[in-house]
């Protein structure tokens, strides 16, 4: 069965990136925590925690992985937020690759590695790690249940990249 015809395989490897950057890989609803309750959307690049009724804590919090795990030091979470900040720069290599791979698609497509595997390989790994993430988010963090949006994305993208038809 073939998803992707060949020559649209570049185009979808680059749009499938900028999607999986721009979406949330994973959102977790919090209650019960200190009298109240907190919401985090988690992109690859930043995080967004919304906190309810919770005198010690801002509304409204941003931050980027790097932060996010030194805030983190020293607690059960933090190996979360390493595996969070180890899945953005694999993120960051991927982006990076397909702004190449956009501007500079006949010298790419050239090149001795295929840009739609690479791609599909790099969306899978980082599948992979935030998967993992996850994983020790909920385990080691706050109570709740996550939801993996774009882990989910990831996956979906990799494989359809990595089992294209490329002519």
């Not at 985090?40 to 010690?56: K, N």
């Not at 991927?94 to 006949?106: D, G, N, T, W």
Request: proline share 5%; hydrophobic share 55%.
């Amino acid at each position: 069965m073939v998803w992707v015809r060949s020559k649209h395989a570049g185009a979808l490897s680059v749009v499938a990136t900028w999607l999986c950057a721009l979406l949330p890989w994973n959102v977790m609803y919090s209650p019960n925590i200190a009298g109240g309750s907190l919401l985090f959307v988690r992109f690859p690049f930043f995080q967004i925690r919304f906190a309810w009724g919770i005198d010690v804590a801002q509304r409204v919090v941003f931050s980027d992985p790097l932060s996010a795990t030194a805030f983190q030091a020293g607690q059960s979470i933090a190996i979360g937020y390493q595996a969070w900040t180890f899945g953005a720069a694999v993120m960051a290599v991927a982006v990076i690759f397909s702004i190449v791979y956009y501007r500079r698609e006949e010298r790419v497509e050239a090149g001795p590695v295929d840009p739609v595997r690479l791609t599909g390989g790099l969306l899978g790994l980082t599948g992979v790690i935030l998967t993992a993430a996850t994983y020790l988010l909920a385990t080691r963090g706050f109570p709740g249940i996550p939801i993996p949006l774009g882990v989910v994305l990831l996956f979906v993208f990799a494989g359809v990249l990595l089992t294209v038809e490329r002519a």
